[in-house]
C-alpha cells in the first residue's frame, strides 16, 4: 500500500497545530511528501507556489472561511483533490462541500486506518485519471499522424510527375492522379470507378493490368514493362505491380506511366545516325581492304617479314571493321522491323545443312567436331526469311567454334518441341558466367577473360540474333556453365 502513494504531495490546512501534526506524522509513514499550512490564504500561497495533488482542508478556520478556500482551490487548479476535514462532520456540511467540488470528507476523528483509505482513494483516482489522460493524448497523437499520413500520400500522388493509377481485384479503376490524367489525355472531370478500359485505349496492356488484378502475376519479375502509343507522337511506358494484402492475397493492381517520347526520338536519331555513317564508312573501307589485298600479293618477297605482317594485320583489322559495319546495318534494320519481311516456307533442316557444311572447315582447323543431328523424319516448314535463320545460326555456331577451345565439340540438334521447332547449339567450350547470361544479349557487350581476351568479335552477334528469334516470335534461351560448356536452345512456331 505504501509505494502507491509514493512521493505524493499532500497539503494540510488546520488551524490547530497539534492536528496538522497528527495528519503529517501518518501522511509521512505512507510516503507522502506533506506541506503544512495553518490558515485559507496561506495555503492558497502554497498551491500556487509549489502545487500539491492532495489538500485536506480544515472548513473551521479563523480568517477566509474553510468553503471560499474549496472554492478557490477548485479554481485555481481542478485537478487538485480536496478532502475536506471537519470536526463536526454533519451530512449537510459534507454535501454542501461535495457540491462546491470537494472530492472526499473525513472527520477531525479520524483513525489512522481511515486516512489511509481516503487518501488511498484519492491516489487511485489521479492515477486513473493520469492514465486516462495520457490515453486521450495518445488517440489525439494517432488521428493526427493519421491525418498527417493521408495528406502526405495525397500530396506525393498529386504532384508525382509520373502518371499513377490503381486498380481493385475487378480491375476497375479505384485512385488516378493529374499526372496519368494529363498523359492519356483524360477528361479532367473523369472520376475514378469505372474498368480500365474507360481510361486506357491500349487493349493489352488493359488485359494485362487486368490479369495482374486479378492475381495472375505474383512474383513481380514476370511482369513485363509495356510500351504503348495513345497518339502518333507520344510514347508511354507502362510498369504493373500487384497490390498484395497481409495474407498475400491480391488486392488489385498498382500501374505507373511514363513517357518516353524524348528517348524514342533520341533512340530514332541515333539509329539513323548509325545507319548514315556505317554506309559513309563501308565503300571506302571495303576498297582499302581490296587494296591492300593487291599490296600484299604485289609486295611478296619485296618487303621484309615484318612489313609484310603489319600489312596483314592491317588487311585483318579493315575486315574487322567491314564486319562490324554489316553487323551494325543489319541491327538497325531488324529493329526498324525491316527483316522478315518477306518470309517464305522453309526447311529448317536444308538452312542447317548448308550452315554447317560452310563452317565445318572452320571448325576443322580448330580441331573440333561440327555435328548435325536431324530427326527421322521431315519436320514441319517454317515461316520465316531464310537469311534470317542463316544469320541466326552463322552467329550462334561461329561463337561456339570461337569461343570452345581447339579439339572441342560442337553439336547442333533439332527436334520438335510441342507445336515449336526447337534447335540447340551445344558446346562444351570456356562457357558463360551466370552474372554475364543477360548482359551478352546488350549490344557491343562482349565478356573479358583470360581465355576471350584475344578472340576478336563486335559484341553485335547476340543482340542480333535476339532481335531476329524476337521478330520471328521465338524464343532464345541459353544455359551454360563455366569451364564446360554452353548450350543456346531456340524455338520456332511452326505454321500450324
Ligand atoms: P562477339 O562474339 O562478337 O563478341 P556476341 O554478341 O556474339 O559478340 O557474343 C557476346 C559475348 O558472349 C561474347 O563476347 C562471348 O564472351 C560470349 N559468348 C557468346 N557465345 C558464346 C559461347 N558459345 N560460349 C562462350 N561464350 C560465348
Known sequence: MKNRVDAIRVLVVDDEQNIRDGFERILTRIGCQVLKASRGDKALEILEKEGAAIVLLD???????????????????????????????????????MKLGAYDFISKRFEPDQLRIVINRAWEKIRLTQQAERLEEKKRRTLSDLDTENSRLHTIMEYLPNGVVVTNARGQVVLMNPAF???????????????????????????????????????????????????DEKYLLAKGQPVLGERKECLGAVINVVDISAMKVLDQLKSEFVVKVSHELRSPLSTIHEQLALVIRDMVGEVSEYDQHILVRAREKTKGLISLIGDLLDLS??????????????????????IVDFLKTRAEGKGQTLTLALPRGPLPK???????????????????????????????????????????????????????????????????????????????????????????????????????????????????
Open 59 to 97: 472548513l473551521k478556520m479563523p480568517g477566509m472561511d474553510g468553503m471560499e478556500v474549496l472554492v478557490r482551490i477548485r479554481k485555481l487548479d481542478e485537478s487538485i483533490l480536496v478532502i475536506v476535514v471537519t470536526g463536526y462532520a454533519t451530512v449537510e456540511t459534507a454535501t454542501e462541500a
Open 181 to 231: 490524367r494529363q498523359l492519356l489525355d483524360l477528361d479532367s472531370g473523369l472520376k475514378p470507378g469505372g474498368p480500365i478500359e474507360d481510361y486506357v485505349p491500349d487493349k493489352d496492356i488493359c488485359n494485362l493490368v487486368m490479369e495482374i488484378s486479378q492475381g495472375k502475376h505474383v512474383f513481380y519479375d514476370d511482369i513485363p514493362d509495356y510500351e504503348f502509343a495513345p497518339s
Open 333 to 354: 534494320r531488324i529493329e526498324e522491323g525491316l527483316i522478315c519481311h518477306e518470309p517464305k516456307p522453309v526447311q529448317i533442316e536444308e538452312v542447317l545443312k548448308n
Open 382 to 496: 517454317l515461316t520465316a526469311d531464310p537469311l534470317a535463320l542463316e544469320s541466326i545460326f552463322g552467329n550462334l555456331i561461329t561463337n561456339a567454334i570461337n569461343y570452345t577451345q581447339d579439339g572441342g565439340k560442337i553439336k547442333i540438334k533439332v527436334d520438335m518441341a510441342g507445336i515449336n521447332v526447337r534447335v540447340k547449339v551445344t558446346d562444351n567450350g570456356f562457357g558463360i558466367e551466370d552474372r554475364y547470361l543477360d548482359k551478352i544479349f546488350e549490344r557491343f557487350y562482349r565478356v573479358k577473360d583470360e581465355k576471350t581476351r584475344y578472340i576478336t568479335g563486335t559484341g553485335l552477334g547476340l543482340p542480333i540474333v535476339k532481335g531476329l528469334v524476337d521478330s520471328m516470335g521465338g524464343l532464345i534461351d541459353i544455359e551454360s556453365t563455366p569451364g564446360k560448356g554452353t548450350v543456346f536452345t531456340i524455338l520456332f512456331p511452326t505454321e500450324v
